[in-house]
């Protein structure tokens, strides 16, 4: 069983829309997920973290955990153009060093 | 803001050379690390580093696989002998001390192409 799964996308919606992105990961104790943002050439940056279920949000970004699912989700409100890079979702496990990333879904806002 | 910095940008070398990447990390933090990817596939943890030694590693990480911190600031991760397989982005990250990975900072990457 694959640890984290992402649709790779491409996804292309138009500016101002809510953008939905979702991963699915298969259980552990003790874990944690975070989303990253990367733009092209360049490496993955922090956008959120969470630990627990539930939402959490952060100015235009929720980050959302349903444990009896096993899913995770990024939702972008008030889309912009420059929000147009590829979204990683990634696992921690405590007391465990490595994170396990989704493929990334590539996600373009059009003005 | 503090950044992690890699060199070079992009390496090209023949097949059977060895290669040193280089990453200088944010100055306060603890913890290093090396991740790669493949074009097209996903992201890759290889080692983690925390007090001068290696505290986690892969199955890709092999023998042909080493790092080190050879001075304050710097990180390496050398590639001995490389293979066609070897070419991807590799990414250097760092964090400061705690509980959770919540806090890498990842560099820009390294482009290793294997030739």
């Known amino acids: 069983q694959k640890e984290v799964e992402q649709d790779p996308g491409p996804l292309s919606v138009p500016e101002g829309a809510i953008v939905s992105l979702n991963c699915t990961y298969s259980n552990s104790a003790f874990q944690y997920f975070m989303w990253y943002r990367q733009y092209s050439r360049k490496g993955p940056e922090l956008l959120m973290y969470?630990?627990?279920?539930g939402n959490k949000e952060d100015g235009r970004f929720t980050a959302q955990v349903d444990k009896s699912s096993k899913y995770i989700s990024l939702f972008i409100r008030d889309s912009q153009p420059s929000d147009s890079a590829t979204y990683l979702c990634?696992?921690?496990?405590?007391?465990?060093?490595?994170?396990?990333f989704g493929q990334g879904t590539r996600l373009t806002i059009n003005p | 803001e503090p950044e992690v910095t890699q060199t070079p940008s992009h390496q090209v070398t023949q097949m059977g050379q060895e290669v040193i990447l280089r990453c200088v990390p944010i100055?306060?933090?603890?913890?290093f690390y090396w991740y790669r990817q493949i074009l097209g596939q996903k992201v890759e943890f290889l080692v983690s580093f925390y007090n001068n030694e290696i505290s986690e590693k892969s199955e890709i990480f092999d023998d042909q696989f080493s790092v080190e911190r050879p001075d304050g600031s710097n990180f390496t991760l050398k590639i001995r002998s490389t293979k066609l397989e070897d070419s991807a982005m590799y990414f250097c990250?760092?964090?400061?001390?705690?509980?959770?990975?919540?806090?890498?900072?990842f560099g820009s990457g390294t482009r290793l192409t294997v030739v």
């Open positions: 990634a696992r921690g496990i405590q007391g465990a060093q490595k994170l396990v």
């Open positions: 990250a760092s964090r400061p001390e705690g509980q959770f990975n919540y806090g890498y900072t």
């Open positions: 969470t630990y627990s279920s």
């Open positions: 100055s306060n933090h603890l913890y």
